[in-house]
């Protein structure tokens, strides 16, 4: 290899150009760039912190597509430098510098959000030495102060209502001698106070308290992150990109799509909170995400699929749900979730910047795949927050047209109809854009991929939220809103319909998802005509999902076509209109 010294520019800012424009490419000739630059820069101080910040980006990108072994080593070696990099701007003080760094999530740097109460009380659990309340943030510390009358002695309240006595002071003085954070001693105020967990939670993010986490552990930054991988795949050509077959990759069956072991599953689940986290993030699934239903599927290419599922008290009643993360070569690049429910899948997901000049379109396919492959998911369902309604990130990633080129289409028929008077625009001049305008009225509708031989028609959907109306309704007009009255009653008559008077003798997740679909099957009209084959299926379906995984339940519930229909009238019997879909972070 040439000397670099004689071959490239000195200017730090120059090199790392030079390695932005070819991280991507894999030629023999880029390899050796890639090779000589990391030589270059490996341990020389980078005093400017945006060209420190675009090394780090680079190097994120390198590590989860790198061409060789030798890359491979220099990138990690100059990933491990970087908490003493960071720390260097941290020593010099430079105020600018320091709010440059901020939210990053690289290590050593801080991230500042407003957590949910389940993300504290985790984070507290896993880092409570590097997690604490922003005291800073004014509006976040006056909300629970007002919050704190309800967990403390009456005798206290004077001490609370003083305005001279910062609330810092006073949960120094609460917690005593104690070694704890001021974070801690709220979440075990609220811990020990009478209150359900629900109410809690309400009552401590209705604060939206910014908290402060400092990334010093390994896990716990976008630097360091990885998942052990035995096997590394090298690039050595070019990238997969326009050339993916999108519904055949979702078509083909996986070689291996395997439940994972409890302790290796906790560590996936852990990795994926943080890799969300540190990036200001959330999935509300991922909250209650199960060891216990944790899939993961080597698609190759280095890329493995993890599904996590979740644990059965927070399953909602008729969807089945699981939260998707992706791992090249052992790094997070890819994080959505999707619900099935019948022959759909509602999924949504997100490619992380550091990695969107790689194999995204291959990503997702292999995504879709191994859902395919657990849920046999007939059609896809992209919601219109994804493609850029209320979502400025998407528009500006044109998220539509990323989905659109992979087969996907709008449902609703305008949407539809301004899609192909687009494509016309483009295919009389391909440097045309959407404008702005325009592809915020192409986000007004969700998306459709339809696979082949199911007759290219938009599916019929059953939207959830009507059914949830129409229970709402029966309890209103029937139960005059007594809630608790109409669980107890509907269960009765369904658990009598079906035949078994001894669900009580259930496990507890069981009988919860009785009680919680009862509601819904004590409408169905014709219930006590079903066979007794329908009758036992039903039962068979209400037990697994109060299961440990939710997958047979999703497979039975498709099986089971006359609840299927039955479910499709109820829907259809109330029009509230579009109901809102869930979004992913």
């Not at 993300?119 to 007002?146: C, N, Q, Y």
């Not at 799509?257 to 996936?268: C, F, I, K, W």
Request: proline share 8%.
């Amino acid at each position: 290899m040439m000397d670099p010294a004689g071959t490239f520019p000195e200017a730090t800012a120059e090199l790392l150009d030079l390695l932005n424009s070819v991280k991507a490419r894999f030629e023999p000739a880029d390899t050796e760039v890639k090779v000589a630059i990391l030589r270059i820069l490996a341990g020389r101080e980078i005093p400017e912190v945006t060209s420190l910040i675009l090394f780090h980006e680079i190097l994120g990108f390198l590590r989860a597509y790198p061409d060789s072994p030798e890359i491979l080593e220099g990138v990690e070696k100059a990933l491990e430098e970087f908490p003493a990099r960071v720390d260097l701007v941290k020593a010099r003080g430079k105020p600018s510098d320091l709010k440059r760094l901020r939210d990053t999530g690289i290590a050593h740097t801080t991230v500042y959000y407003a957590y949910p109460y389940p993300m504290a009380t985790w984070l507290v659990e896993h880092f409570p030495d590097a997690v604490e309340i922003d005291w800073e943030d004014a509006d976040g510390l006056d909300k629970i102060r007002s919050v704190l009358p309800l967990l403390v002695a009456y005798a206290e309240n004077d001490a609370l209502d003083d305005e001279g006595l910062a609330l810092r002071d006073w949960i120094g003085a609460a917690r005593g001698d104690r070694k704890v954070s001021g974070l801690q001693w709220l979440l075990e105020a609220l811990e020990r106070s009478p209150f359900p967990r629900d109410i809690l939670r309400h009552l401590y993010e209705g604060a939206e308290l910014l908290l402060g986490w400092e990334l010093r552990e390994p896990a716990a930054s976008r630097t360091l992150a990885k998942f052990p991988t035995d096997r590394i795949f090298y690039h050595r050509g070019p990238l997969l990109r326009g050339q993916v077959d999108f519904r055949g990759e979702i078509q083909k069956p996986l070689p291996g799509l395997t439940p994972v072991p409890r302790r290796r599953a906790e560590a996936l689940i852990q990795l994926f909170k943080c890799a969300l986290s540190v990036r200001n993030r959330e999935l509300y699934p991922l909250l209650y995400a199960s060891p216990r239903d944790v899939f993961m599927a080597d698609v190759g290419r280095g890329l493995r699929i993890v599904l996590a599922g979740v644990t059965p008290e927070f399953r909602l009643p008729l969807e089945a749900y699981y939260s998707f993360l992706v791992l090249k070569n052992g790094v997070p690049v890819s994080y959505g979730g999707g619900g099935p429910l019948l022959d759909r899948l509602e999924i949504a997901g997100n490619i992380f910047e550091t990695f969107r000049q790689g194999e995204s379109v291959h990503i997702f396919s292999q995504v879709f795949r191994t859902y395919r492959q657990l849920c046999g998911s007939r059609y896809f369902l992209v919601p219109r927050y994804q493609v850029g309604y209320e979502n400025e990130e998407a528009l500006q990633s044109g998220a539509f047209w990323f989905y659109h080129k992979v087969g996907f289409r709008p449902v609703e028929r305008k949407v539809l109809a301004l899609s192909e008077e687009e494509q016309r625009k483009i295919k009389a001049d391909p440097a045309y854009r959407s404008p702005r305008k325009t592809l915020e009225r192409l986000a007004q509708s969700d998306m459709v991929l339809t696979l082949e031989g199911d007759g290219g028609n938009p599916p019929r959907d059953l939207p959830p939220g009507n059914i949830g109306l129409r229970v709402t309704r029966e309890i209103g007009q029937k139960f005059a809103g007594n809630r608790p009255a109409a669980v107890r009653e509907t269960t009765r008559q369904v658990s009598r319909l079906l035949g078994c008077p001894g669900w009580r003798r259930w496990p507890a997740p069981q009988r919860v998802a009785m009680e919680r679909l009862a509601p819904i099957l004590a409408l169905i009209p014709d219930l006590h005509q079903w066979t007794p084959a329908e009758r036992r299926g039903l039962v068979r379906i209400i037990r697994a999902k109060g299961a440990e995984r939710q997958a047979a339940y999703i497979r039975l519930l498709q099986g089971h076509r006359r609840l299927a229909r039955s479910l499709y009238d109820l829907a259809d019997s109330v029009k509230p209109g579009t109901p809102p879909r869930r979004r992913s972070g």
